[in-house]
């Protein structure tokens, strides 16, 4: 992990910071690593939270399969040991957070998931060969436009956060791992 020194603090980032240690028991180190330059991190933390939280006719589960497909594709430690942790939790199903770790296909998934996650994956993987096709799939399998743009969108997020873990060798919280098993 890159050695950069943590911002003061400012009063709205100490208080979610606090909101993290009272949900959480710590603070996600991916915060702790933004905390060098507060307006990124509170750029990060914004994009975040609107789209893995805010309303959306995806669940919350739905985007923490995206989150944790889009970092199995890019092989991200980070992202994976979190964002499994959240699957189990979500779902109440520790085999299904192994599974979407290690290769979701595995996981004999409904169609609305499966569909979902391919396209994830394929926007990852192969990003200039997405085509109507694939969108037209992601209809038939019952999503609305609005639920595609936040496929997309968590999809590139993703992409992005993953990045950033890999290139600055971002660690997880030991806690991650033993979460929801």
């Given at each position: 992990m890159l050695d950069l020194p943590a911002a003061d603090l400012d009063a709205e980032t100490a208080a979610y910071f606090q909101k993290c240690m009272e949900k959480l028991g710590f603070i996600p180190n991916v915060l702790a690593a933004y905390a060098h330059d507060l307006a990124k991190l509170k750029a990060f933390a914004a994009?975040?939270?609107?789209?893995?939280?805010?309303?959306?006719?995806?669940?919350?589960?739905?985007?923490?399969?995206?989150?944790?497909?889009?970092?199995?594709?890019?092989r991200c430690y980070y992202c994976l040991a979190a964002h499994g942790a959240a699957v189990r939790q979500l779902s109440g199903d520790p085999v299904l957070g192994e599974l979407m770790v290690m290769n979701y296909r595995a996981a004999r998934l409904p169609a609305r998931h499966a569909a979902m996650l391919d396209f994830a994956w394929k926007l990852t993987e192969t990003p200039h060969a997405v085509v109507d096709a694939d969108r037209a799939a992601l209809t038939a399998a019952g999503f609305s436009d609005r639920d595609i743009w936040?496929?997309?969108?968590?999809?590139?997020?993703?992409n992005m956060s993953n990045r950033i873990g890999i290139g600055t060798d971002m660690r997880p919280n030991a806690e991650y791992h033993a979460q929801a098993r």
């Open positions: 994009m975040y939270n609107d789209l893995m939280l805010a309303p959306s006719g995806l669940s919350k589960l739905e985007r923490e399969m995206i989150a944790v497909v889009v970092s199995s594709a890019n936040d496929i997309v969108a968590v999809t590139g997020f993703f």
